[in-house]
Nanobody
């Protein structure tokens, strides 16, 4: 059974930090590109950060560059998103996504974790 379980969301003040984690099971994690997406109320889901299946390449949305860091541990089947200098506009449900490195329509989603940035 495939599972992606996110954790680490919550309420944080502007300028604060959060670390999201996503733990995978039921598939060969090292064969999957891992991404974090987010969806704010009334908006479409958007890509935040992506990391190659080997961990050797990362890419970020412009809104995340310089503030967020994606990392993965293939031995632990985990991907993380360190978020610093958080802004109210970062408020959204954050989703973990796994996409097979060669079969792009072979992908999985987590259930999401809420991040709220507010004073």
């Amino acid at each position: 059974q495939v599972r992606l379980v996110e954790s680490g969301g919550g309420l944080v003040q502007p300028g604060g930090s959060l670390r999201l984690s996503c733990t995978a099971s039921g598939f060969t994690f090292s064969n999957y590109v891992m991404s974090w997406y987010r969806q704010a109320p009334g908006k479409e889901r958007e890509l935040v950060a992506v990391i190659a299946h080997t961990g050797g390449m990362t890419n970020y949305a412009d809104s995340a560059k310089g503030r967020f860091t994606i990392s993965r541990d293939n031995a632990k089947n985990a991907v993380n998103l360190q978020m610093n200098s958080l802004k109210p506009e970062d408020t959204a449900v954050y989703y973990c996504n796994a996409r097979h490195v060669r079969i792009s329509n072979n992908e999985y989603w987590g259930q999401g974790t809420q991040v709220t940035v507010s004073s």
